[in-house]
């Protein structure tokens, strides 16, 4: 079918919203753009098409590509203020005398930042930012399982790594994710990250995701789980509606913040 060059314009533009905000709506494209919403969802569908986008209910989300594997500073910087919320949030999950898994992420380091007034906590985590930080707090036990490093996040991974896990068993296990779709389960761009993560659920009495809401409807390399294996996700109100009610029927907490 041939696009007329208003229809190229404005899916051009539709684009272009999408990669700066990382999600569109259809009520506010159709006003914005003087067309029907039947019109934009069908520009939504054609994209979706096309690979260019996510169609979620009510509009659409950015797709990235799924082998992308950000420096650990980038992903500071995104989304910080949501992950401050979210990190403050997760660590009233804790409790004094926790044994707890602390999985590499610029979220689970926001968890960190709030473990100063534990008097008693053993910390397992393969993230080295998040051990040099609690190195500082004196009655934080840290136990760092060894492996070999990933540049890109500052974390351990491999058999070592997975080896010397598999010897502890926690009470919680805080995990960040670099995508979340309720249907296929939570994903990150590494492989031996994901199988080094499973071995964190295995051997944890309770998994709590903790991420923002822009890694929802998002697929990354490798599969981490399935969401059957978590037990609360705590991330913030701008969760596609979809998702918080299949999470919800499948009994799976989810806390927003």
Request: overall charge neutral; hydrophobic content about 40%; some cysteine.
């Amino acid at each position: 079918m041939n696009q007329t060059p208003s229809t190229v314009i404005r899916r051009a533009g539709i684009l272009e919203q999408i990669r700066k905000a990382g999600k569109v709506q259809v009520d506010l494209l159709s006003t914005e753009f003087l067309v029907s919403e039947v019109t934009i969802r069908n520009d939504l569908t054609q994209l979706e098409k096309k690979g260019l986008l996510i169609r979620t209910r009510g509009g659409a989300i950015y797709r990235e590509r799924v082998g992308l594997d950000y420096d650990f500073s980038e992903k500071q910087k995104k989304n910080f203020h949501l992950k401050e919320k979210i990190g403050a949030r997760a660590a009233r999950y804790i409790n004094e005398g926790d044994a707890i898994f602390l999985d590499s992420g610029s979220t689970t380091m926001e968890i960190a930042k709030q473990l100063d007034g534990f008097a008693q906590l053993t910390v397992i985590t393969n993230a080295l930012p998040i051990a040099g930080h609690l190195a500082r707090y004196k009655n934080i036990k840290v136990i760092v399982p060894g492996g070999y490093l990933r540049e890109n996040s500052l974390s351990l991974v491999g058999s070592l790594a997975e080896q010397n896990t598999s010897g502890f068993f926690c009470d919680k296990l805080f995990l960040g994710v670099d995508g979340f779709d309720s249907r296929y389960g939570l994903t990150t761009p590494n492989p031996e990250e994901a199988q080094l993560n499973r071995t964190m659920i295995e051997h944890a009495q309770e998994t709590i995701v903790v991420t923002d809401s822009s890694k929802f409807l998002h697929r990354s390399l490798a599969l981490i789980a399935p969401i059957s294996k978590i037990h609360t996700v705590i991330t913030d109100r701008g969760i596609p509606s979809g998702e918080k009610e299949i999470l919800q029927e499948s009994g799976i907490q989810c806390i927003l913040v």
